[in-house]
Each structure stands twice: as C-alpha cells, then as structure tokens.
C-alpha cells in the first residue's frame, strides 16, 4: 500500500520554464517531505525538505509548497535549466524516521 | 570525500546463486538503510539498522538477510536468487540527529538475475 503517491511518471518542460512536481499522500503523520533528484547511475542525493508545520520552503530555484488539508506536496523549479534533467522523488518521513518514496518522475528540460 | 560505497557496482548471478552486497559509510552515521529500486516502484526499504547491533525489517525483506558489521559497515545478502530480486539496490546513511532525517546515499549496485 503505497502512501507517497507520484502520478505523473514524466514531465517535459522548455529551458526558463518553470516546472511543477505533485506528490500526494496518505498519512497524517508523516512530519518532514523530502524531495530527492537523481541521475542515471548516481544514487539520490538530497533537494529540499519541508517540515509538516510549515506550508512552504524556498531554496534558490526550488521551493516546495505543502498544503496538508489536501496532503499534496508540489515542487516548483524555477526557471528550470538542462542540469534540472534527472528523476525527482518524492519522500515522506514517519515511524522511527524511516523513510517513505514515491515511484518518481522523469524530468526533462528541452532547449 | 567517500561518503557511502557500494560495492559491487554490477553482478550478474543465475537463479540460486547467493551474493552479498557491501556497504560502508564515512560520515560516522548511526543508521544505514538498504532499499531497491525498480520502475514505477520507486525505492522501498529493504531492511535497516537503526544504530549497530540493530536491524529491522522494511517493507520488502523477504529472500534477503543484512549484517551491521559495525558503525561503518551494513551489508546485504541474497541467499538464493531469484529473477524477481532482479533491481538497482541502494545503501543508506543518516545522522539521526538531523531534524529532517535526510539520507546519503550510494551510487547504486545493478544486480541482474537470470
């Protein structure tokens, strides 16, 4: 039973766009989001978080937005550049801080 | 600057077959993680180690066994392969003490099954 849910497994976007990740989940009581970018034959490696208190988070290009009455979570780069190319997953932190993942979506940024 | 080391990085093993996947951590973390990753999966935890001496069971640890050596040293073992253990297989770390619980992680071992 998945309780970190990406639906959309690919998103295109132009270079200067900007590009919106969503995420949705299950469990009330999850209290930190993660987002985590990873390249082709690199593991995933740490992008922003957002504690469950806070509805939004901001970091250069990247913010996430956290709306809890939904349990949807959405990631904005902005503007989105071809070092952006890479699969974003989305995590979700509960019991004992273990870790919860959704399937991932495959950006690509197009010149 | 090593962070998590994964080895090996690609194995092919026939059904039956046994193998251990090694990793080890140099940022003096207390817990460590295995996860896999396969399309449209996402990555679920395998097993975990809270702090050494500690191990727990994830979401998916059947037909696997892990070993937390020491502080630095989280291995995984598949003691009869099968095509459906077929997967990318990442190692974890964190520092508990990190209000996020963040995790580094390694570049991965490819592990076919045929």
């Known amino acids: 039973d998945q309780q970190v849910k990406q639906n959309s497994p690919s998103l295109s976007v132009q270079e200067g766009r900007i590009s919106i990740l969503n995420c949705d989940y299950t469990n009330s009581m999850f209290d930190y989001f993660l987002w985590y970018k990873k390249y082709p034959a690199e593991g995933p490696t740490f992008l922003i978080s957002i504690s469950s208190i806070k509805d939004k988070n901001e970091d250069g290009r990247f913010t996430v937005f956290l709306n809890k009455s939904a349990k949807h979570l959405s990631l904005h780069i902005v503007p989105s550049q071809p070092g952006d190319s890479a699969v974003y997953f989305c995590a979700a932190r509960g019991v004992w801080g273990k870790l919860q993942f959704g399937a991932g979506t495959q950006v690509v940024v197009t010149p | 600057n090593a962070g998590v080391t994964q080895t090996p990085k690609f194995q092919v093993l026939k059904t039956g077959q046994s193998m251990t996947l090694q990793c080890a951590q140099d940022?003096?973390?207390?817990?460590m993680y295995w996860y896999r990753q396969d399309p449209g999966m996402g990555l679920r935890l395998i097993y975990y180690?809270?702090?050494?001496?500690?191990?727990d069971k994830g979401e998916v640890p059947n037909g696997y066994n892990v070993s937390r050596l020491n502080k630095r040293e989280f291995s995984l073992r598949l003691e009869s392969a099968a095509p459906s253990q077929t997967s990318v297989y990442f190692c974890?770390?964190?520092?508990?003490?990190?209000?996020?619980?963040?995790?580094?992680f390694g570049e991965g071992s490819r592990l076919t099954v045929l």
């Open positions: 180690s809270a702090s050494e001496g500690t191990t």
């Open positions: 974890a770390s964190s520092d508990q003490g990190r209000i996020t619980g963040e995790l580094f």
């Open positions: 940022m003096n973390h207390n817990s």
